[in-house]
Structure formats: C-alpha cells, structure tokens
C-alpha cells in the first residue's frame, strides 16, 4: 500500500526551492516524436487551464509535439474511469487522488513508467528523497508529481483588515474571535464554498493535523483509526466553530450551493463584500489572474498562516500526480519533459504553483505570494499530504458529503461511514 513519505523528505524539498538556484537538471526530451498529437486530461479550468496551457505550449516548442488539453471540471473520476473502461482514455491524466492511482494501477489501466523508456535512475536526480514515491504502487513507478501547493493558507483582504482595525490571528480561538468581531462590524467574514465538498475536507484536515497532531492523521488516513475515535468529532466541532450562518456570507444553505472558484470572488472579486476566504496557495493565482485581475499583492490580496489549533501547527499540502494510459508517440516524450526544469520553471513562473523539482531555481516564482508558500511549508513542524486524496477511490468525495452533512448541524453516523472505509480499503488489497 502507498504510504505518504514523512514530514522530512516535504521539508527538503521546498528547502531546496528557496535555496540558492540551481543549474538545469537533465537533457531535454528527445524530438522523434515530433509532429504526433496527444491528449492530456485534466480537471482544471479558468487561471489554472491558462497556466498549465503556457507549460503545454513550452512542451511543443521544445518537441514539436502537441499536447491537446482536455478539461473536464465535474464529476473528473467517474468520467475517467468511464473513458478508461470504455477503452477510449486519454493518453495522460491527471490522477484525482492516490487512492485513484493505486485503483487504477491495479486494475492494469496504467502504463509503468519504466515502461515507457523513461530512466528511473536519471529521474531520481530531479527530485529529494521521498517524492517519486508519491506515484508509485506496490513499489512501481506509475506516475510522476508534478505540482503542488500549501493547503495552509488563510486568504483575506488587507485593505478591509486596515479599515475595520483587524489583525491576522495566531491560533484557532483567536481566529474564531475575529470572525465574530468583523461580524459585529456589519461585515460577514467568510466568502464559503462548499458545493465543492473538498473545500471542506481541507477545511478537517487542517484541524485534525494540528488538534490530533501527524501520526493520529498518519493512522486516520491510512486506515489504522478509526472514525469513531473521538478525535474526529473533536475536531469537527472545531471546524464549526468557523463554519457556521452568521460567519458565512449567505449562511451554510447558501454555501452549500455555491462553487469553490464562486467562493473566492467573495471576497476577491470587484464587488465581493467577504473578508476572508480559506483554501491552498493556488487561490492566489486564480484570484489574481481570474477572479480580479486589479488586485494588488499586500493591498488587496495576502494570506496568514492557517492558525494555530492548541499547540499544532502542522502543515498540510496538496499536489498532483501524472500518468500515462496509452504508449502513443510524444507520451514518452511529455513525460520526461515534466520532470524538467524547463517545465517546472514555466509552470512556477505563473505563480499558481509550487514545483517539485530540484533545480527550479527560486527566483522563477513570479511574486511574494508563491515564495512565502514555499517557504511556510519549509519552516514546517510537520507536513502532511491530503488526507482526502489518500482514501481508497470515492473515499474522498464520501468525507466531503458527511462534512456538508456536519456544518448544517446534521448528525453524521461515523460508525456507517468507518465501515464504508474499511470496506473500501479492503476492497484495494
């Protein structure tokens, strides 16, 4: 079973990302392919589709082969899987999750890196320690990371902080204390949206990884806690004393109706009348580069710290993985150029992600945005991948509808939903 590399090999990473910069690692990937056309699937859109499309162009001025985007932005691994078992997937995907990744290896649908003429041995020299294991299953090499961001990025305005006499908060209760001071001022805090459930299961994961501390995540994540332990509802009473009506523009009804990117022009878009609005470090390029362009870092955009819950400050991230369905010429070929710093350096210049390769250098990150997030992760207690994307498939999306269930006051019947994810687990050995 794939198990997260711990905390240490994170904090290597983006150590090295704010280090001095690096020279150029790797050769360019060869053009035999030149002229063929592949397929790269993919759930993102708006800012997110612009930045990885300056990637893709890159990869074909560098090969001469063209990577045609597809973006499917609801329902991505139903569609995938339907695609995969209809015999028609894409050449590469985007793999939604790393329980995904080992469904899908396992089932035989992915293509083995090694497979596809890539060096393994070349490809360790592009990464720290722990990172390629991300996308391996039972030990083989699947699927490459390729991005990632913080998870631990609180997004607010700074002009409204000024104006109504706030200040960023460093632990939980302080934060829950601003939240119902800029209420009293008239103001609701938070732009909220959690249509997209994931936002909430970001939301848990945070609070369980600070309140519960890593190794309770480790154990939580992988199977080896149950949902019934206390700590789970601890932490989302935690999470309600945030999310709550009077905190969230619209209440919890509306929310709940309201798309993530929906929620960021909340509080960022020209007529958004929020403060706040939490989610990861890729806020900051789809706020500036779709949302409000106008927007000015330090005035009108910054983020805190996730705050603080008791003692823990462990940090989470989330990232993504890459895989190959199909041995079509230029997949071989996009592969290797992924794991380049010429991509990785396209890619950071956007400012809407963090690489994960070693010799992209530190002054490719456009802005203080995105060298701060690397940094935060660095300065780290701890660092914890996404719990969500590590379930068993679907194990994701079912937390994330019992979080909806939870922030309308609803009981969550967590002894259902352990045997769901027991049964889950079981059905991946």
């Known amino acids: 079973m794939l198990r997260f590399p711990r905390s240490v090999a994170i904090v290597s990473l983006v150590a090295l990302l704010v280090a001095t910069a690096c020279s150029s690692g790797g050769n360019a990937p060869g053009t035999g392919a030149a002229g063929s056309t592949i397929t790269v699937m993919s759930l993102w859109g708006g800012s997110e589709q612009e930045s990885f499309q300056k990637v893709l162009d890159a990869f074909k001025t560098k090969t001469g082969v063209t990577a045609t985007f597809e973006s499917q932005r609801t329902n991505y691994s139903t569609i995938l899987q339907t695609r995969i078992s209809g015999g028609n997937p894409p050449d590469v995907a985007i793999i939604p999750g790393i329980g995904f990744l080992r469904q899908f290896a396992r089932q ?34 699947y699927a490459i990371m390729v991005k990632f961001n913080s998870k631990s990025t609180m997004w607010f305005r700074p002009d409204k902080f000024k104006t109504l006499g706030v200040s960023a908060p460093s632990d939980f209760a302080g934060f829950t204390k601003l939240l119902g001071d800029i209420k009293a001022k008239g103001t609701a805090p938070m732009g909220l949206g959690a249509a997209d459930s994931w936002t909430l299961t970001d939301w848990f994961e945070n609070i369980y990884a600070k309140q519960a501390g890593p190794e ?66 890729f806020v900051g390029g789809i706020a500036t580069g779709q949302t409000n362009t106008s927007l000015k870092v330090g005035e009108t955009i910054d983020w805190f710290d996730f705050p603080a819950v008791g003692s823990g400050k462990t940090v989470t991230i989330g990232g993504d993985v890459i895989a190959a369905f199909t041995t079509k010429p230029g997949v071989k070929e996009f592969l290797q150029y992924m794991t380049t710093a010429d991509s990785g350096t396209v890619w950071a210049g956007t400012g809407a992600v963090i690489s994960p390769i070693k010799s992209v250098p530190a002054t490719a990150y456009p802005n203080d945005l995105a060298k701060r997030e690397a940094a935060q992760v660095a ?11 590590l379930l068993p498939s679907g194990g994701g999306d079912s937390l994330g509808a019992a979080l909806q269930t939870a922030i309308q006051n609803k009981t969550v019947d967590w002894a259902a939903f352990e045997t769901q994810m027991q049964t889950k687990w079981k059905a991946e050995k």
């Open 379 to 389: 300065n780290a207690s701890a660092v914890r991948f996404d719990g969500s994307d």
């Open 108 to 141: 035989g649908s992915l293509k083995k890196v090694a497979d596809l003429g890539v060096d393994l041995n070349a490809l360790k020299s592009n990464y720290p320690p722990g990172i390629l294991e991300i996308g391996q299953v039972d030990g083989t090499q």
């Open 216 to 281: 309770k995540y480790d154990q939580l994540f992988s199977g080896k806690l149950p949902w019934t332990d206390a700590s789970v509802a601890t932490a989302v009473d935690t999470m309600k004393s945030a999310i709550k009506d009077e905190y969230v523009v619209g209440g919890i009804t509306a929310a709940l109706g309201r798309s993530f990117t929906d929620g960021i022009g909340q509080a960022f878009a020209a007529n958004g009348t929020a403060v706040i609005y939490y989610e990861g470090g």
